[in-house]
């Protein structure tokens, strides 16, 4: 038995796990985003592909139930993000605090999709809610409200990364605003 990597046997073998992720809508990429979970040795479950459903950048959520033994999970999510899979929950791994920050400036000029990339991957935070109001036209100065997912204790770093987005954007950041739902 200890051979073909079923020690996890003694600590409980297999365990279900959920792993959420945020897909592009194109072509493939269902497919890409499975392959390196079958690839590092998790066995799929179920895949609940909310098509309808975008996520506040355009993309799909898409959740996957797989098992595995514990022993590969991390490996299965560092295999995820290698392949640039946007990971947004893995099992336990859940964000435990929530910030608001208000961005203001040329944000379309500055291309807000990039900007929220870079937010979610330099700041390893997750978008919720994103509420844009442009006044006076995309063209003029205009301001953006984002809910983020933040893992506890990170919130620091992750605002310290914001700013240095904004900064390198030229934009004005004001955070974090208290309160993750009705701020």
């Known amino acids: 038995m200890g051979e073909d990597g079923n020690d996890a046997e003694t600590d409980g073998g ?3 796990y959920t792993v959420r992720l945020e897909l592009v809508d194109e072509p493939g990429e269902l497919l890409r985003a499975l392959a390196p979970i079958a690839d590092n040795g998790g066995n799929l479950l179920s895949i609940h592909h909310e098509r ?13 139930d797989i098992e595995c033994p514990p022993d590969r999970f991390d490996g299965i999510v560092d295999a995820l993000r290698d392949a640039g899979v946007n990971v947004i929950q893995a099992g336990a791994e859940h964000y435990g605090e929530e910030i608001n920050v208000l961005l203001i400036g040329h944000l379309v000029e500055q291309d807000l999709s990039e900007t929220l990339s870079r937010i979610e991957s330099e700041a390893h935070s997750a978008v919720r809610d ?8 995309t063209e003029d100065v205009s301001s953006a409200r984002i809910r983020l997912a933040i893992d506890s204790g990170k919130t620091d770093a992750a605002v ?24």
Request: aromatic share 0%.
């Open 14 to 16: 297999v365990r279900a």
């Open 52 to 64: 309808g459903n975008m996520t506040p950048r355009g993309h799909i959520p898409v959740e996957v």
């Open 130 to 137: 994103l509420s844009l109001a442009a006044p006076d036209g």
């Open 160 to 183: 310290a990364s914001i700013r240095s987005i904004g900064s390198a954007k030229d934009l004005t950041v004001v955070e974090p605003l208290q309160g993750g739902e009705g701020a």
